[in-house]
């Protein structure tokens, strides 16, 4: 919600379109409505219907990401009626190639990571693309999965509307040690959690030097049984080691600007945790070849072990080895977000106001008319 509910609150400022957002459940209304609030915006949240037989989809799956194909299906016409439908995510692209009207299609990517993952082909589905920085666009286009006058840059938008929200935050812990954000990602293979997790956490325990932040992509628990989870909860240690698997401070950045050095995988958190560059350690779970590989790009910002016997040894070293990297990080920075200025959120607005124009004209030079949409004009609906 924080990479798109700034731009609708920044469209609904301006009166130029008008805007609505659109949300699946109880929890999503919440959270959207306290970002919208934490901005000072006033901008209207809709739901997403949802048939009986989706329901019991989602019920026979007992997952809730089963919801999502057979909940978009159900909301496929009310969403049609948008002019253009704005979106973090890609199995929204559904709405491409079922039968009827489709909106007007634009994805604001949920981070600026490496993972290939971030450049699949669904992403060319879309009818326009508005990414963080550089990085993403060039190697998007050079992929062939847009075209380049598809795709605009924008700056990070979810780091300008956390400064701009930025209350003072707590502490993390109320000891003056340094804090470890240790970041590991779900994916099964590049995940560092199974062969690395418990053994870093003993060895901080072990040591009166650091606090741990344990905070796995917010995916990660999604798989965890009652037991699993409660058993890495466990590990926690007042004041020294906090675990969160999912809390709204897993998103909001609160450990990637609150933690001193960051231990991770393959998780795009690490550009948001070096838009002040600080030292890094990334755990590899058994890649091999990476060096080139620009899917691992991040790894060149910081040590990379292989050992989970090392991974302690290269935290205390990191500080201390922060120079060999320094330069390389606040390069890579740059080409991910763009200037930290905080224009990101106007830029995305500009470019959505921009392309909403566009389509009004198009309309009206083929009638000779401006054809209203049935429920409501020029409206980005976030999601």
């Known amino acids: 919600m924080l ?11 301006r009166g130029t379109v008008e805007v609505q957002a659109v949300v699946a459940d109880d929890a999503e209304e919440g959270a959207l409505r306290a970002i919208f609030a934490g901005l000072g915006a006033d901008v209207p949240i809709a739901r997403l219907p949802l ?18 194909v057979p909940r978009l299906i159900a909301a496929a016409r009310m969403l049609s009626r948008f002019d253009i439908l704005v979106a973090a995510e890609r199995t929204s692209t559904l709405l491409k190639r079922l039968p009827g009207r489709s909106p007007f ?22 009818d326009h693309v508005i990414v963080a920085g550089p990085k993403d666009r060039a190697r998007m286009i050079a992929e062939g999965v847009v075209r380049p006058e598809r795709c605009s840059v924008s700056g990070y938008i979810k780091l300008d509307a956390v400064r701009a929200m930025a209350a003072r935050r707590p502490r993390l812990f109320q000891n003056p040690r340094p804090v470890i954000l240790y970041n590991p990602h779900f994916h099964p293979k590049l995940g560092s959690w199974r062969r690395f997790g418990r053994t870093l956490i003993e060895q901080v325990r072990a040591h009166d030097d650091y606090n741990l932040v344990v905070a796995p992509h917010v995916r990660f628990a999604e798989g965890l049984s009652a037991s699993e989870r409660r058993a890495i909860e466990a590990l926690a240690v007042h004041d020294r080691v906090l675990i969160d698997l999912g809390s709204p401070r897993s998103n909001d950045m609160t450990y990637t600007l609150g933690a001193d050095i960051y ?17 890094c350690v990334f755990l590899n779970a058994g890649v091999e070849r990476w060096e080139d590989n620009p899917s691992f790009a991040s790894w060149q910002f910081g040590a990379v072990v292989g050992d989970p016997a090392d991974a302690y040894r290269a935290v205390v070293d990191a500080p201390i080895r922060q120079a060999e990297f320094a330069a390389k990080q606040a390069e890579a920075v740059e080409a991910a977000f763009g200037p930290c200025d905080g224009s990101a959120i106007g830029r995305a607005a500009d470019i959505l106001t921009q392309l909403a124009e566009e389509r009004r004209t198009a309309r009206t030079s083929r009638t000779g008319v401006v054809e209203e949409a049935a429920e409501p004009p020029l409206t980005p609906a976030s999601r």
């Not at 990479?3 to 400022?13: K, M």
């Not at 998780?267 to 600080?278: D, I």
């Open 105 to 126: 299609m634009v994805h604001i990517p949920h981070g600026a990571g490496d993972r290939a993952k971030g450049f699949e082909r669904r992403i060319g589905l879309f």
């Open 3 to 13: 990479h798109l509910a700034p731009v609708a609150a920044e469209l609904a400022r």
């Open 51 to 68: 048939s009986g037989w989706a329901t019991l989809a989602g019920h026979a799956s007992r997952k809730w990401r089963a919801l999502k």
């Open 263 to 279: 231990v991770g995988d393959v998780s795009s958190q690490v550009y948001e945790f070096l838009s002040e560059p600080r030292p």
